[in-house]
Structures are given as C-alpha cells and as structure tokens.
C-alpha cells in the first residue's frame, strides 16, 4: 500500500513552475511533488534540464507514495500565448490551478552609461514581464475556481539592494516587490495570496561563472554574514512554506533566505562613531 511521506503539505494539489529546468526552480518543483503535488514544470523549449526535472519529479512522488502527475510545459515565460497554454497545461493536472511560482529569471551585465536596448528588454520582458503575464493567468483561473490560491514569486536580494552594472535585473527585481504587493492587496478579498522570496547568493548555474573556482567562491562567501552561498534546497523550503496553509495568515510580503546579506555586513563592526 502506498504510504503518504509525513509531510503532505501540497497532496492533490496543482502547482505550475516557471524556470524548473535548473537550480532554484528545479529544486522548488521537487519540494512540492516530495510533498505530494502534482507540478507542471516550464522552461524553456531548447532547455536540456526539462527532461531530467520531469524524471525526478516521477522519481520523487514514487519515493513519497504520492499518486501525483507531472508534466512538462516548454515556453517562453515571456510570450502571452505560451504563458496561457502553461497554465492550461497545468489546470490539466487535477482539473485546476493551486499554486503559482513565478522563477523564470535572467540577468544581463554592463555598465549603466552603455546599456545594451535589446539586452534590458530581454530582462524586463522575462523577469519582471513573464512574471505578470502569468500572475495574470493564474490570478483569472483562481477567480473562475472560486477557492482562492496562491502565488510565490522568486525575487533577489536586489529587490531592495542595488546592482551595480546589472540595472535591469536591479529594476526587475524592485518591480517585483511592488508586483508582489500589488496584486497581493488587490486579490485578498478573494482568498488569493501573494508572496515573494528574496535569495541571496544560491549555487545553481546562474552563478556557474564563480562557484566552481575556490578562490572567487571563498570571495563571495566573504560578503555573506553566515559565511557561505546558500543552496536551491534552502529556497525551495521557503517558497513550499509561503504556498502552503501554515502561512495562511502572510500576504504581500517578500522573505529574504540571503545568509544575512540584507543586514549591511559592513557595520558588523563599528566604523561609524
Ligand atoms: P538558473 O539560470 O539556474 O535557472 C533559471 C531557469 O529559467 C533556467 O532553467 C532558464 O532556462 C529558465 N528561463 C530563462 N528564461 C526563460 C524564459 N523566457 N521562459 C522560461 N524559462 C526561462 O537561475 P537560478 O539561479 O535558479 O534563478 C532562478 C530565479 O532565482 C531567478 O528569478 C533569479 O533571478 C532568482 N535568483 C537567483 C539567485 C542566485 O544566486 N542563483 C539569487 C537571487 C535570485
């Protein structure tokens, strides 16, 4: 007989997440089949990682005991029809929408002065824009279910900490809050609620330039008061408890999982006075 895993948290309910082909977003959509959802998980179409997510989300619910079904939605967050054949795909699981987390992100590098037009649109229209485009969606099948629902959306440290030379993850990232808070006030009335997690430094591909190299790691790792890059597990925990009932109560917030980054590491000691 198949046995619930003691954590069951999201048993019978759908989840659709953006960006789970690698690092975070791979790691949110394994939480939640680990405790029993059924995840539509999307990337990309020329994302190599889809497969394999799909094959351990399977993996992970045999290993619960969960009789949940996953399903791979390739597309690009930032085109509207994609975004509604995502979340079509995703009522399809159980015949609705419980959860959406909004992960899919980018980010582009250059100075201010110089910025690229076509590189700051790509980041705006897949980080913040892809973000609204499926709130939107998610938020209209909610209403149309009529028993509320919940959005998680991935924001950064950067969301209140600038970004030097990455202005438009930077602007991304603060209109997230603001998206957060936004829709969260809007739709409480409806038993919608909104949240946001704020990562700090986490070991997944999109930091693949210095997590491999012990030097610039030991650098990074200099910055963090806890003194160490964080992992997708770490993130993922955070997203699982603000979807689920035991944060029934937290709305419109953004939680920070940063290693203490938000807490200006250079006034550990005194140089002020
Ligand atoms: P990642 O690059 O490892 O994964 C991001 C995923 O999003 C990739 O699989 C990528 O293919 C996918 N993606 C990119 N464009 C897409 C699009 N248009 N449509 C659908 N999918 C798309 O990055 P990550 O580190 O796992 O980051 C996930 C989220 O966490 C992002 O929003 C990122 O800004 C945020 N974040 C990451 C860190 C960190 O240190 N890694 C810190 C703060 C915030």
Not at 113 to 137: F, S
Not at 158 to 186: C, D, Q, V, W
């Amino acid at each position: 007989m198949d046995m619930p895993s003691a954590s069951c948290r999201f048993a019978g309910r759908s989840v659709l997440v953006t960006g789970a082909a690698n690092g975070i977003g791979r790691a949110v959509a394994l939480r939640f089949a680990e405790e029993g959802a059924s995840v539509c998980a999307n990337d990309l179409e020329s994302s190599a990682g889809l497969a394999a997510t799909l094959e351990r989300l399977a993996e992970a619910s045999a290993r619960s005991g969960f009789r949940a079904r996953h399903v791979a939605a390739p597309g690009d967050v930032s085109q509207a029809a994609a975004v509604e054949t995502m979340v079509d795909t995703a009522c399809a699981l159980t015949g609705g929408l419980d959860i959406l987390v909004n992960n899919a992100g980018i980010q582009r590098q250059g100075a201010s002065h110089e910025v690229d037009a076509a590189a700051h649109d790509a980041v705006l229209n897949v980080t913040l824009n892809g973000a609204v485009l499926a709130a939107k969606a998610a938020l209209r099948r909610f209403l149309a279910q009529g028993r509320g629902g919940t959005i998680v959306n991935v924001s950064s440290v950067h969301e209140i900490i600038p970004k030097p030379g990455f202005l438009s993850y930077s602007l991304a990232k603060g209109a997230i809050g603001n998206l957060t808070r936004t829709l969260a006030l809007e739709y409480a009335d409806r038993g919608i609620r909104v949240n946001a997690v704020g990562p700090g430094a986490i070991d997944t591909p999109m930091n693949a330039a210095w997590t491999g190299d012990a030097a610039q790691r030991r650098a990074v790792e200099s910055h963090i008061p806890l003194g160490r890059v964080g992992t997708p597990q770490e993130i993922a925990a955070l997203v699982a408890f603000l979807a689920s009932d035991e944060a029934a109560y937290i709305t419109g917030q953004t939680i920070f999982a940063c290693g203490g980054l938000t807490l200006f590491n250079e006034f550990r000691q005194n140089w002020s006075s």
